[in-house]
């Protein structure tokens, strides 16, 4: 069992199993690039409060360095024997700098250091997710481009409804995509990192935050924080507050409701009955028994991991919802639901850009389809408007025309205009082969 940050007043061992049970280490590692930020700035503090010197607080910000360059080159690997990432940081500074690195933890609380990461995390993230959105609308332009002039079947009800052009089909996807990353930018724009809440109440040091903040960030290449990171102004709902990360997962899943969405019309549309796209062969499996099988099932895992979306959002939710002020351990459980649900998406989103260049239109079922003389009621309807008829009276003769096509088994388009007459003196074959072309 690894050191830990606390333990002076308990006289027994903490129990081996219930030790194991309440560390998170196994997820929490995540965090470790936010918690040496969080530390090389208090560090700062230390310094102009005059309980470090220069030379100490100078040590301990390049072992913090030099464990942060092993994150970065990936070769950072957690001791899994740590409490939490906190303590495994704080512990790697206590063998680079011996018993200088107690003074480390002087005036702060892992309370403040655990919500000033999470919202590194989140403000990292929804960057990332933001960039994978873009490149899965250029994705969806290429296709749209790719059948630039092509006709598709509009559905309302699952029933069809009218010809519609494929660019204006697939444009809805990129306005649904366009929003979700809009609204990440959004939520980023406004994630404040703060920092000097100490436990909950506030923090000795908190009045020499904001300078050291200015001169950290003066002093390092993180200036993209600028401005993101300050002096806490409310400890007690600092500590306690997660609306930052229900808020993300809540754009999050709206991200996965439209991934879901894009993902059962392609099942739909693939499938034999319909047979108006052909999916990229890469991207789906075979069955082990049934030879002939051509399996969507990239896209049935988006629609399936819907599920999983929603019910991290739910899980945060519910957990918040009865806490008292201000940190409680309850809140160590949102972690796995916002890391599961950023992986998720990101993958989703990686391979979706690529699968989306990859669907074929099968052009001879969508044209075969579109011969479906109902697709063009509404736009018959709207003809006679413009001859000055009432809405609601074109409405019933195109109404009635349809029905006598099908009670009769006669195309419109094979009428003659001695028939058309019969429901409006402005119908002719003309007319229709324009409207039906």
């Known amino acids: 069992m690894a050191k830990k940050l606390w333990g002076g007043r ?47 607080a100078k040590k301990m ?55 000033f990461c999470e919202k590194g995390y989140c403000d990292d993230e929804s960057g990332n997710i933001a960039d994978l959105l873009g490149e899965v609308i250029s994705s969806l332009e290429f296709l749209a481009v790719k059948y630039k002039g092509f006709h598709f079947v509009g559905y309302t009800h ?52 904001d300078r050291a903040i200015k001169e950290f960030l003066k002093k390092t290449f993180e200036k993209a924080l600028s401005g993101k990171i300050k002096a806490v102004e409310n400890p007690p709902d600092n500590v306690s507050d997660r609306d930052f990360i229900i808020e993300f997962l809540s754009i999050l899943s709206i991200v996965q409701m439209h991934l879901s969405r894009l993902a059962e019309d392609f099942i739909l549309f693939s499938t034999n009955e ?29 629609r399936g991991y819907t599920g999983r979306i929603y019910g991290n959002l739910a899980s945060i939710l519910t957990t918040m919802k ?20 950023v992986e998720i998406i990101k993958d989703e989103l990686a391979v979706l850009a690529d699968f989306i260049k990859g669907i074929r239109l099968n052009r001879n079922a969508i044209v075969e389809s579109l011969k479906d003389e109902s697709l063009y009621a509404t736009a018959l309807a709207e003809y006679l408007v413009k001859k000055k008829i009432p809405f ?14 099908e009670d009769n088994k006669c195309k419109i388009r094979q009428m003659g205009n001695e028939t058309l007459k019969r429901f409006s003196h402005c119908l002719n074959k003309k007319v229709v082969d324009q409207i039906f072309e």
């Open 274 to 302: 319909f047979n108006y796209m052909e999916l990229p062969e890469d991207f789906c499996t075979g069955s082990s028994l049934m030879p002939h099988k051509k399996n969507p099932d990239f896209m049935e895992l988006i």
């Open 158 to 209: 699952t029933q069809r409804a009218e010809k519609i052009a494929f660019m204006s089909y697939i444009a809805a996807f990129e306005s649904m995509f366009t929003r979700d990353k809009e609204r990440l930018l959004e939520f980023r724009k406004k994630l404040t990192l703060y920092i000097g809440s100490g436990a909950f109440k506030g923090s000795s040091l908190i009045k020499n935050y």
């Open 10 to 56: 308990f006289k027994k061992k903490v129990n081996k199993e219930f030790f194991r049970f309440q560390k998170s280490i196994s997820y929490d590692y995540k965090l470790a690039n936010y918690d040496i930020l969080h530390s090389r700035i208090h560090i700062v503090a230390l310094k102009n409060a005059k309980i470090l010197t220069p030379g100490d």
């Open 322 to 341: 009865g806490l008292p002020l201000t940190y409680n351990r309850d809140m160590q459980l949102d972690k796995e639901p916002l890391f599961s649900s």
């Open 392 to 405: 609601g009276t074109a409405h019933e003769i195109v109404g009635k025309l349809i029905r006598y096509s």
């Open 61 to 115: 910000d390049t072992a913090l360095k030099q464990i942060l360059k092993g994150i970065r080159n990936k070769t950072f690997k957690p001791n899994l024997a740590s409490e939490d990432i906190h303590t495994d940081v704080q512990n790697r500074v206590e063998k680079k700098c011996g018993k200088l690195a107690l003074k480390l933890q002087t005036f702060r609380s892992r309370n403040d250091q655990i919500v």
